[in-house]
């Protein structure tokens, strides 16, 4: 069993910079790819952001944050982050990591075991 617990969320200025980190508990963190998705407001389905694979040596991003955003990992500190940079007004979401058993991750959210509570970002003037 794997619990997450994301945080890092708030308000932010449009250009501005925010690292969500997201903390697991549990003794095999190590064995899990991880994902980050958020919702926006009104959004039926939580939307595919980024994934990191179970070493940190594959990341993998969607489109509408390449270049602006990195994911990484510290499996000392049993913990995922998602660097955010020259966030745009269209970036305001809850913000959910996710574990998926397995070496990859993947942009499906249907394909992660374990899921955090989220945590809001908003950006805005």
């Known amino acids: 069993q794997v619990q997450l617990v994301e945080s890092g969320g708030g308000l932010v200025h449009p250009g501005g910079s925010l690292r969500l980190a997201c903390t697991a508990s549990g003794p095999t963190f190590s064995n899990y790819a991880m994902g980050w998705f958020r919702q926006a407001p009104g959004g039926k389905e939580r939307v595919f952001v980024a994934a990191i694979s179970w070493s940190g040596s594959k990341t993998h991003y969607a489109e509408s944050v390449n270049v602006r955003f990195t994911i990484s990992r510290d499996h000392a500190k049993n913990t995922v982050y998602l660097e955010m940079n020259s966030v745009k007004p269209e970036d305001t979401a809850v913000y959910f990591c996710?574990?998926?058993?397995?070496?990859?991750?993947?942009?499906?959210?249907?394909?992660?075991?374990?899921w955090g509570p989220g945590t809001q970002v908003t950006v805005s003037t």
């Open positions: 996710a574990a998926r058993r397995a070496l990859w991750g993947d942009v499906q959210h249907f394909n992660y075991d374990y």
